[in-house]
C-alpha cells in the first residue's frame, strides 16, 4: 500500500529565506512522487515528479526536491521565497498503477 | 493545449437534489480520473476512466454517485439524493496512458460543491 505523510500542516517563512516543505512516503515498490501546488479555489498545478534516474528533480517557479530512498523522503525546497509562493502544497506516490495518494497539505504562509 | 476544464465552478443545492458536473479533459489524454477534496484534506480518488471504460472506483463512491465517458472524452459525475457530507470541492484529472511507470495527472480547476 502506498500514503504519503506531510509534515507541518502550515508553515512560515520571510520573505526570500528558504522554504523546506516535508514529504515522507510509504510504498511497497518503488514509488513514483510528485508535488502539486494549489492556489485558493483552483485545481492541482504539477510543480514536480520523480519517476527514475536523477534523485534530486528540478520544477517550475524555481522549486527542487530530492529523493532519498533510505530516508523515504521527497522534501520540497526552494531557496528563496518569494510572496507569489504562498499556497497549499501537496505531496503525492504512485506504484506505477493509476491511483495516487495525496497527503493532507502543507499551507505555506509568505511573511513580508 | 487548453488544459482541463469543469463545469460548474461552483454549485449550490439543497440536500436531496441531483447534481451533475462535467469535466472536460485535455484533447489527446486517453485516461480521466475524479477525485474529491474536502477542506484540509488532500484529494481522494474516486474513480479512472480509461477512454470510455471505468476501470476503477473507490469505495468512496457510493451507490448514489455515477461517471461516464460515454464517448471517451469529456466525462460527467452525478451524485443523486445529495447529503451535507457531499459538500466538497470535485477534482478533474487527465493522463496520457504512460508505457510504463507511471502518468502524469493534470488537473482541472474543481467545482465547488456546497448542500445545504
Known amino acids: 500500500a502506498q500514503s504519503v505523510t506531510q509534515l507541518g500542516s502550515h508553515v512560515s517563512v520571510s520573505e526570500g529565506a528558504l522554504v523546506l516543505l516535508r514529504c515522507n512516503y510509504s510504498?511497497?515498490?518503488?514509488?513514483?512522487l510528485f508535488w502539486y501546488v494549489q492556489y485558493p479555489n483552483q485545481g492541482l498545478q504539477l510543480l514536480l515528479k520523480?519517476?527514475?534516474?536523477?534523485?534530486l528533480v528540478k520544477g517550475i517557479n524555481g522549486f527542487e526536491a530530492e529523493f532519498k530512498k533510505s530516508e523515504t523522503s521527497f522534501h520540497l525546497t526552494k531557496p528563496s521565497a518569494h510572496m507569489s509562493d504562498a499556497a497549499e502544497y501537496f505531496c503525492?506516490?504512485?506504484?506505477?498503477?493509476?491511483?495516487?495518494?495525496f497527503g493532507t497539505g502543507t499551507s505555506l504562509t509568505v511573511i513580508p | 493545449d487548453t488544459g482541463v476544464s469543469q463545469n460548474p465552478r461552483h454549485k449550490i443545492t439543497k440536500r436531496g437534489q441531483n447534481v451533475t458536473f462535467r469535466c472536460d479533459p485535455i484533447s489527446e489524454h486517453n485516461r480521466l480520473y475524479w477525485y474529491r477534496q474536502t477542506l484540509g484534506q488532500g484529494p481522494e480518488f474516486l474513480t479512472y476512466f480509461q477512454n470510455e471504460a471505468q476501470l476503477e472506483k473507490s469505495r468512496l463512491l457510493s451507490d448514489r454517485f455515477s461517471a461516464e465517458r460515454p464517448k471517451g472524452s469529456f466525462s460527467t459525475l452525478e451524485i443523486q439524493r445529495t447529503e451535507q457530507g457531499d459538500s466538497a470541492m470535485y477534482l478533474c484529472?487527465?493522463?496520457?496512458?504512460?508505457?510504463?511507470?507511471?502518468?502524469?495527472?493534470?488537473f482541472g480547476p474543481g467545482t465547488r460543491l456546497t448542500v445545504l
Open positions: 510504498s511497497s515498490v518503488p514509488p513514483y
Open positions: 484529472a487527465s493522463s496520457l496512458a504512460a508505457r510504463g511507470g507511471t502518468d502524469t495527472q493534470y
Open positions: 503525492a506516490v504512485s506504484a506505477g498503477g493509476n491511483q495516487f495518494y
Open positions: 520523480y519517476t527514475t534516474g536523477a534523485t
